[in-house]
């Protein structure tokens, strides 16, 4: 099976750093996209960054500037360099996974989303 396990969030002041890390485990053969998504209660989820292999990363207009997304392949773990951090990006942040895994018999392809991380920007 596949697992994504988020870390990294906090509790940060206006104009902080964090950096959120996405581990994936499971017998991983390929991932072919990650992307990050924040949820804030009572808005709708928000993609902030994609990167999909081969592609350049794509982010959200309200962090560009100010994210960077990452990947170290040979650790299947992914980042999310947060920088100049405001009140409102204070939200859950999650991480998903695209990709091909090995169940021990066959190779599958899998699409998972991790538990998330709490980010809070106070002002």
């Known amino acids: 099976q596949v697992q994504l396990v988020e870390s990294g969030g906090g509790l940060v002041h206006s104009g902080g750093s964090l950096n959120l890390s996405c581990v994936i485990s499971g017998n991983i053969a390929r991932i072919s996209r990650m992307t990050w998504y924040r949820q804030t209660p009572g808005k709708e989820g928000e993609l902030v960054a994609d990167m999909t292999n081969g592609e350049s990363p794509n982010y959200a207009d309200s962090i560009k500037g100010r994210f960077t997304v990452s990947r170290d392949k040979a650790k299947n773990t992914g980042f999310l360099q947060m920088n100049s951090l405001k009140p409102d990006d204070t939200a859950v942040y999650y991480c998903?996974?695209?990709?091909?895994?090995?169940?021990?018999?066959?190779?599958?392809?899998?699409?998972?989303r991790g538990q998330g991380t709490h980010v809070f920007v106070s002002s």
């Open positions: 998903n996974a695209e990709g091909i895994y090995h169940d021990g018999a066959y190779y599958r392809p899998f699409n998972e």
